[in-house]
Nanobody, 128 residues
Framework: QVQLVESGGDLVQPGGSLRLSCAAS????????ISWFRRVPGKEREGVSC???????YYVDSVKGRFTISRDIAKNTVYLQMSSLKPEDTAVYYC??????????????????????WGQGTQVTVST
């Protein structure tokens, strides 16, 4: 059984940083594309970033230069380092194993896919 567990969400001031973690069980992350999505209340869930390997990462335009996705194969964990946070980054962040590749997510406009595996989410709030 595949399980994804996110952690690291918190309340942070604008300009601050957070690191989210996604620990996986039942699935070797090194063999799959792993992505981060986020949802603001009342809106569709949108893709944020995706990783296949250290040199093969993708980001939605709104977070480029501020967010960094990485992976620790030994810990079977994917991270999302978020810096220069803005109030508009406030959302529930989800880790996911999408049914398509990172390339397809990127070129498909980071639309939430149907299917795949999803975590339960972790709340990030950027506010004074």
């Amino acid at each position: 059984q595949v399980q994804l567990v996110e952690s690291g969400g918190d309340l942070v001031q604008p300009g601050g940083s957070l690191r989210l973690s996604c620990a996986a069980s039942g699935l070797p992350m090194e063999d799959y594309a792993i992505s981060w999505f986020r949802r603001v209340p009342g809106k569709e869930r949108e893709g944020v970033s995706c990783i296949i390997s250290v040199k093969d990462t993708y980001y939605v335009d709104s977070v480029k230069g501020r967010f960094t996705i990485s992976r620790d194969i030994a810990k079977n964990t994917v991270y999302l380092q978020m810096s220069s946070l803005k109030p508009e980054d406030t959302a529930v962040y989800y880790c996911a194993v999408p049914p398509q590749s990172c390339w397809a997510l990127n070129w498909g406009g980071w639309v939430e896919p149907t299917g795949g595996y999803w975590g339960q989410g972790t709340q990030v709030t950027v506010s004074t």
